[in-house]
């Protein structure tokens, strides 16, 4: 009697568990393709340009993911560096300089990536997205991605920006 009820609660908690997972589902995802929440969707993108578009994100994806995975990593370090007893001046000053030359690459590559998907539109379009906002503010980081509203509806979100 104590095993089967003991198996029963198990069973009861991990539904509850999967149900609240499924509830808030998958999420908004990567913003593929013609970046969903840009401002790209808006401006009635023919079926090729959103192919040359798609094409373009998963380059720039691909190119800009050693960048972050060195990014994060640096910046755990730095987080590390400065929790010692005692940080070293020196391998904090290194680390920093480190992390903000990554972020530049991220930054150039985002500029790149931004200034060829503009190539593919057509000059209304890109006069339409400009309107939107859609330019060298729009990118990654704290001051300048587009984000939706944060968590229980006000504020700025937690998410990576210009998508990702």
Not at 125 to 154: D, I, T, V, Y
Request: proline share 6%.
């Amino acid at each position: 009697m104590k095993k089967l009820t003991l198996t029963l609660t198990a069973v009861v908690a991990g539904l509850l568990l999967a149900t609240s997972a499924f509830a808030w589902g998958p999420g908004p995802g990567k913003g593929r393709g013609y970046c969903q929440g840009a401002g790209l969707e808006r401006l009635n993108l023919t079926d090729d340009q959103k192919a040359k578009i798609d094409t373009l994100q998963t380059e720039h994806a691909k190119a800009v993911q050693p960048l972050r995975e060195k990014t994060f990593d640096k910046a755990v370090e730095l987080r590390r560096l400065w929790q010692q007893a005692n940080p070293d001046k020196d391998k904090i000053t290194a680390a920093q300089k480190e992390l903000r030359t990554l972020r530049n690459e991220m930054e150039d590559k985002a500029t790149a990536y931004k200034l060829e998907v503009r190539k593919v539109l057509t000059p209304e379009q890109n006069e339409k997205l400009a309107a939107f906002g859609w330019g060298p503010r729009s990118g990654f980081g704290p001051r300048g991605g587009m984000r939706g509203p944060g968590p229980q509806g006000g504020g700025p979100g937690y998410g990576m920006g210009f998508c990702q």
